[in-house]
C-alpha cells in the first residue's frame, strides 16, 4: 500500500440541478488514488449534521481513513452549486463559510503529513485564514509538495497563489490558469515558454499544464513531453483534472517514464469525463481500456 498520500483542503456536496455528487478538489484526488489502490488519505473538516454524516459515509465507501476528517459544531458542511455550459465549461459557487474555512491544527495532522511521501494542496482551501494557517503549518513538515493551482474565482489572491507556488515541489494547472500566471508576469503566449519561465521561477520539480481535450504537456528535469488528449463523449468534466492528478502521481510513483505517466493521466481524466460526479468508481484496469481502444481507432 505504500506510498502513502496526503490530500489537504476542501470535502463538499456537488449540488448540480437533478443530483448531490461528493466532490472537493482534494478529495476527488484521494478518492482516485484509493481506486488505484494507493495508501492515499484527506485531511478535511465536516459540519456535525446530516451532510457531514453522509460525507463520512461516502469517504468510508471509498476505502479513505475518516479520522483525519475533523467534525466542528459551528459551520456545515460544504456545498457547492455546480452550473456547466453548453461547452461544457463547469462554473461552481462555493458557499462561505463552511467546516472546511475551519479546518484546526493538530499535532496527529502534522505527524502525518510529516510521514507522508506526497502531500497535495490547493488554493481554495487558502481562502479563509484558519485554513489557510493550518495548511503554511502542515506545508513546513511536508516532504514532497505537489500543488494543484485550481484557481476558483472569487476564492483566492495572486500574492496567496504565489506563497502556495513558493512551497510547491511539483505544480499541476490548466491553460487557463497558465495564461492568468502568465499575464501577472508578462510572459509571451507560448506554452513552452510560459511553462520554463514559470518552473525556473519557483524552481519546480514538475510542472504539468492540462489542455482540457487536448491533452495535457509535462515539463521535468527530462524537458517537454506532451501527450495528446483521448476522444470522448463528455457526460461532465467535474473531477475530470483531478483524476488527472490522481492517475499522474500514481504513475509517478510507480517510477514509469513522463510519456506512460502523461498518457495513463490523460486517459484516467477523459474517463472520469465520461461519467457523472467527480468521483465515479475506476481501476488500473478500466484505464488501460481507454488506452488500448483508443490506439486500436
Ligand atoms: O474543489 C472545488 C470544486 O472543484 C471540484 O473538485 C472539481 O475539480 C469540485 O468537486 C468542487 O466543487
Known sequence: MYPLITCFGEVLWDVL???????????????DLRNFGVNAQIISRVGDDELGV????????????????????????????ANISDANEVTYKIVQPVAWDYIQPDPQLTETVRQSDLF????????SPMTR????????VARRKVFDVNLRAPHYERTLIEEL??????????????????????YEPNLHRAMEQLR????????????????AVLLDSSGFTTQSGFEIDVEDTIGSGDAFLAAFLYKMTQQESP?????????????????RGATPAFTEETISSVILNTADE
Open 120 to 127: 497535495v494542496y490547493g488554493s481554495l482551501a487558502a481562502r
Open 259 to 275: 510519456s506512460q505517466i502523461l498518457e495513463f493521466a490523460c486517459a484516467t481524466g477523459a474517463y472520469v469525463a465520461t461519467q
Open 54 to 81: 453522509e460525507m463520512v459515509q461516502f469517504l468510508a465507501s471509498k476505502g479513505l481513513p475518516t479520522n483525519l476528517v475533523q467534525i466542528g459544531r459551528t459551520h456545515l458542511t460544504g456545498v457547492a452549486k
Open 165 to 186: 507556488l513558493h512551497q510547491a515541489d511539483i505544480a499541476k494547472l490548466n491553460e487557463h490558469e497558465l495564461i492568468e500566471l502568465s499575464e501577472w508576469y508578462g
Open 200 to 215: 525556473d521561477r519557483y524552481q519546480l520539480d514538475m510542472l504539468c499544464v492540462t489542455l482540457g481535450e487536448a491533452g
Open 133 to 140: 494557517d493550518t495548511l503554511l503549518d502542515l506545508l513546513q
Open 17 to 31: 440541478p437533478t443530483s448531490r455528487q461528493a466532490g472537493g478538489a482534494p478529495m476527488n484526488v484521494a478518492a
